[in-house]
């Protein structure tokens, strides 16, 4: 298993299995790209970059159950972009320790803390700023 990210389950892999990923377990030197990599690439199909130079911390737990993916936590103020289209899943994030953005179909939202907003993924979609997050997905 690539270093950072950690898996628990349950020995039946029951519905209450999760996945967590922190980016404190990596090397400082190479946080940057395993946030990258295995959150943003593999795991959510989502670019990253960080909103403020060096600024580098993710701690979630992702958990999926059939036909819904949920990924609760802590990161850095971040840009989120999704560009590629595999799905039309809904995807809906709670913000819920900052205010974030959500823009889509030409249109930007702004939710303080608190509030949610629903995108689909089937089309690009950016959402800049999340730090203490609730996300909820159809997988």
Known sequence: MPMGVSAVSAPDRSPSAFVRFCTSDCAPRERLEAWREIYGRTLLKLDIEPIEAGACHTNVRMRKVPGLGMITGSRSATFYRRSRIDNDDLVMSFGLG???????????????????VVVTAGVPFDVPGTTNLLKVEHV
């Open 98 to 116: 900052g205010g974030f953005e959500a823009m889509q179909f030409g249109r930007t939202e702004t939710m303080r803390p608190g509030e949610a």
